[in-house]
């Protein structure tokens, strides 16, 4: 058994795997919980990835003598990564990378990730990572209409909002969230320009707002930055 974890700045998932298999997951977990999960069920192997806390930290929080793997920008990957400044790169972009080519190999791939920010990266059938888009996430934009302005309120987002707002709210709902579903539309069809064949891979949070109203073929993988992180820590522990 393999666990895998993938910690934000609030929140953390915990994805079980028997070699390649996804078991189970759990989100949404608060440190303390996280540290609890993975205490009841150690595994022969540990990954983790964090944009908040240090592998140290999490191994001394843990205080279990457990082998634990983390991912940097020095970590060996299972694909190449053609971008200019990786140690800028995002763990959860990498990952998610990674997923998507064990996934579908030898394909031309865009994985759009919808959390905080979107993000829109390209990873070629010759299993290189080739960089992408980063754009802002749909309540990072119902938060920026709300503080920059006087008037506006803060709403969350609503699914498949009429285009036409009769009201403010739906005004800044079909602003915000078809605004976004034309976006995605978008890049895709400019990405598709240059690689005809390109299959598409949708992750994140905010995913399943868009993904019954993006022409397909879509193809929604929610749990793809924790398959991606068991495909780098597998490829790892190859390695030894």
């Known amino acids: 058994m393999n666990i895998v974890v993938d910690s934000g700045n ?17 989100t949404h977990l608060e440190f303390p919980e ?52 990786p140690q800028t790169l995002g763990a959860d972009r990498i990952a998610a990378a990674a ?24 990873i070629d059938r010759h299993a290189t990572f080739q960089g992408g888009l980063i754009s802002p996430g749909v309540r990072m934009r119902f938060n920026a209409m709300h503080t920059f302005t006087k ?19 739906q005004a800044m709902q ?28 949708l992750c994140g949070g905010d995913a399943a707002f868009f993904e019954s109203s993006l022409k397909p073929p879509i193809f929604a993988v929610p749990e793809l930055v924790l398959i991606g992180l068991n495909r780098i820590l597998t490829y790892n522990v190859s390695l030894q």
């Open 10 to 26: 609030t929140f953390s998932k915990i994805g079980w795997f028997e070699g390649e298999k996804l078991i189970r997951y759990t």
């Open 34 to 85: 996280l540290i609890r999960n993975v205490k009841a069920e150690l595994p022969e192997y540990l990954f983790f990835s964090s944009v908040g806390r240090t592998q140290e930290e999490f191994q001394e929080a843990l205080g279990e003598p457990v082998q634990v793997m983390g991912l940097t920008p020095d970590t060996p990957l299972p694909i190449a990564k053609h971008y200019d400044t």
């Open 99 to 122: 997923g998507a080519n064990y996934l579908f190999p030898g394909e031309d791939l865009v994985v759009i990730d919808m959390g905080t920010c979107i993000t829109y990266d390209l």
């Open 151 to 169: 008037r506006l309120p803060l709403f969350e987002p609503e699914k498949t909002p009429d285009l036409i707002g009769k009201s403010t709210r």
């Open 174 to 201: 079909s602003g915000v969230m078809n605004g976004t579903l034309s976006e995605i539309e978008g890049i895709i069809e400019r990405y598709r320009h240059n690689y005809p064949t390109l299959r598409v891979v």
